[in-house]
């Protein structure tokens, strides 16, 4: 499968709800910054057929303007996206959806980090910028893959 990942577009420092972390909303950076990873990701004909969505606010959202300004099925939340996720569990998780071709994770730091890190097998850092796109060939529950690109954020906004 090739696993595209999307971190979470900029969301607000505090929640103006007073909810806590998980309630902390996308700021209108945030949700261009989703709609200029759907215009990237459509201008190179690479949309996912399936995105899975952390149930965190800020994700959700992200999931849900990237499908709209893609013009895909809206996204399916997933417990197992939340804050905290192992490299372990999203690959036994995204075992369920090997039959699909191309399938997009919306999520968190420093869960895709590590995810990354822990499926090239790579011994320095990586970091997983908001609002940027990364995509792996990855056979779950197999904990190796290859990269296939890393774009970020601030390059999608000049795809048109």
């Known amino acids: 499968m090739q696993l595209i990942l999307l971190r979470h577009g900029k969301a607000e420092d505090f929640p103006s709800t007073g909810g806590g972390d998980f309630t902390r909303a996308l700021l209108e950076k945030g949700m261009e910054q989703s709609r200029n990873a759907a215009r990237a990701l459509s201008a190179a004909d690479f949309l996912p057929d399936l995105v899975l969505t952390s149930p965190v606010l800020r994700a959700r959202q992200t999931a849900e303007e990237f499908c709209r300004a893609a013009g895909i099925s809206e996204p399916i939340i997933q417990d197992w996206l939340a804050c905290g996720m192992s490299p372990q569990t999203a690959l036994s998780e995204l075992r369920a959806f090997v039959?699909?071709?191309?399938?997009?994770?919306?999520?968190?730091?420093?869960?895709?980090?590590?995810?990354?890190?822990h499926a090239l097998g790579a011994s320095g850092s990586i970091e997983i910028r908001k609002g940027s796109l990364t995509c792996l060939e990855i056979n779950p529950p197999s904990p190796r893959a290859t990269l296939l690109f890393s774009f970020p954020q601030k390059l999608s906004k000049h795809m048109d």
């Open 99 to 117: 039959e699909t071709e191309r399938v997009m994770i919306v999520g968190h730091e420093p869960d895709f980090s590590q995810l990354v890190q």
